[in-house]
T-cell receptor, first 113, second 113 residues
């Protein structure tokens, strides 16, 4: 069965510094990976996805993610963090049948001014 | 476009009461989902519908029923609410397939007292 781990409950970073939010996954078959962001009292918003091809995926709001098959990781990155990036971030994987998304527990990102 | 619309946004129920959460999407998506979000547990799938006329149980279906009324609408019913069902509920929709992302509603915050 598919599973997703986000090893950090909380990540703190200073504004202007690079940020990384970690995600590791376990799948049987090809991984289809997604990152979502949730701002307070809002639904989840799609940021980016990995399907196949380039290991560096670019997404919305300047975010990118690096896929590493050997480490089964899909870490979310941004070169220069903004205070407005403070939110809850979820990594997710599609199940093998494409019927469902399996989500990680979420990582709360705080960008300090 | 409205995207995915959920009603109501907030609800307080007494133990044993019933209610239906409504969800509608205007993106012509085949697949629709109901998730619940609890602190530290990410999103857990309650039910999903791969297409009009079909529904399947997810990870945590007990205490819930669903109806896929038509392609646009997917409702979630709590027949006899319990305090353990206090949560934030999200409806989502997506195109069919492994590589498609989901679009989420803004959520329903449900408290059962």
């Amino acid at each position: 069965a598919q599973s997703v781990a986000q090893p950090e409950d909380q990540v703190n970073v200073a504004e202007g510094n690079p940020l990384t939010v970690k995600c590791t996954y376990s799948v049987s078959g090809n991984p289809y990976l997604f990152w979502y962001v949730q701002y307070p009292n809002r639904g989840l918003q799609f940021l980016l996805k990995y399907i196949t091809g380039d290991n560096l995926v670019k997404g919305s709001y300047g975010f990118e993610a690096e896929f590493n098959k050997s480490q089964t990781s899909f870490h979310l990155k941004k070169p220069s963090a903004l205070v407005s990036d403070s939110a809850l971030y979820f990594c997710a994987v599609r199940d093998n049948y494409g019927q469902n998304f399996v989500f990680g527990p979420g990582t709360r990102l705080s960008v300090l001014p | 476009n409205a995207g995915v619309t959920q009603t109501p946004k907030f609800q307080v129920l007494k133990t044993g009461q019933s209610m239906t959460l409504q969800c509608a999407q205007d993106m012509n998506h085949n697949s629709m989902y109901w998730y619940r979000q609890d602190p530290g547990m990410g999103l857990r799938l309650i039910y999903y519908s791969a297409s009009e006329g079909t529904t399947d149980k997810g990870e945590v279906p007990n205490g819930y029923n669903v109806s896929r009324l038509n392609k646009r609408e997917f409702s979630l019913r709590l027949e006899s609410a319990a305090p353990s069902q206090t949560s934030v509920y999200f409806c989502a929709s997506s195109l069919t397939g492994l590589v498609t992302e989901a679009f989420f509603g803004q959520g329903t915050r449900l408290t059962v007292v």
